[in-house]
T-cell receptor, first 111, second 110 residues
Framework: KAGVTQTPRYLIKTRGQQVTLSCSPI?????VSWYQQTPGQGLQFLFE???????NKGNFPGRFSGRQFSNSRSEMNVSTLELGDSALYLC??????????FGAGTRLSVL | GQNIDQPTEMTATEGAIVQINCTYQ??????LFWYQQHAGEAPTFLSY????GLEEKGRFSSFLSRSKGYSYLLLKELQMKDSASYLC???????????FGAGTTVTVRA
């Protein structure tokens, strides 16, 4: 069974640009959660999608948004990038929000 | 909100035992998870406790006391490959949101 796939693995953007990250969950998993990980803040919850609906949301500004498609694949978008958005973005999938299985992450660098 | 506290760093010798403590405060508890994360890699699931007591899985064991808001992860017979960050995470019962502690970096020395 394939694991959680995140693309791209690495990304370099400049301030003010926007970026879209993709996550394909484990087959059969309907819940996808997104996290931001930085050395100073650790793993911070961004949002969770279940059956195409946002079920939970963390404390991030509106520049961070996401969506989930009917095949459970999810995308995360960050608009008007800031230097502080440089981080590892992790996606995790689960059957119904239980045990979460993480993807390898997308490392975003904002210059 | 949730407060999850765990030590920042721990060092131990190969073959020894290390215990990583995690204390938490939450409104509505629905389980405590431990994850292992090697540098530059994604977190991997280690254990899950929802009832009080000890869960053993090979060299790793996890304990939970809900009344004390306390858990620990016990790593036995330490190996060099166990050098990693260990993350404690708590799930809330009302929204199933998972909140992570800052992680404990364990360094295993020969």
């Amino acid at each position: 069974k394939a694991g959680v796939t995140q693309t791209p693995r690495y990304l370099i953007k400049t301030r003010g640009q926007q970026v879209t990250l993709s996550c394909s969950p484990i087959s059969g998993h309907r819940s996808v959660s997104w996290y931001q990980q930085t050395p100073g803040q650790g793993l911070q919850f961004l949002f969770e999608y279940f059956s195409e609906t946002q079920r939970n949301k963390g404390n991030f500004p509106g520049r961070f948004s996401g969506r989930q498609f009917s095949n459970s694949r999810s995308e995360m978008n960050v608009s008007t990038l800031e230097l502080g958005d440089s981080a590892l973005y992790l996606c995790a999938s689960s059957l119904a929000g239980a045990d979460q299985y993480f993807g390898a992450g997308t490392r975003l660098s904002v210059l | 909100g949730q407060n999850i506290d765990q030590p920042t760093e721990m060092t131990a010798t190969e073959g020894a035992i290390v215990q990583i403590n995690c204390t938490y405060q939450t409104s509505g508890f629905n389980g405590l998870f431990w994850y292992q994360q090697h540098a530059g890699e994604a977190p991997t699931f280690l254990s899950y406790n929802v009832l009080d007591g000890l869960e053993e899985k090979g060299r790793f064991s996890s304990f939970l006391s809900r009344s004390k808001g306390y858990s620990y992860l016990l790593l036995k017979e330490l190996q060099m490959k166990d050098s990693a960050s260990y993350l404690c995470a708590v799930r809330r019962s009302n929204d199933y949101k998972l909140s992570f502690g800052a992680g404990t970096t364990v360094t295993v020395r020969a």
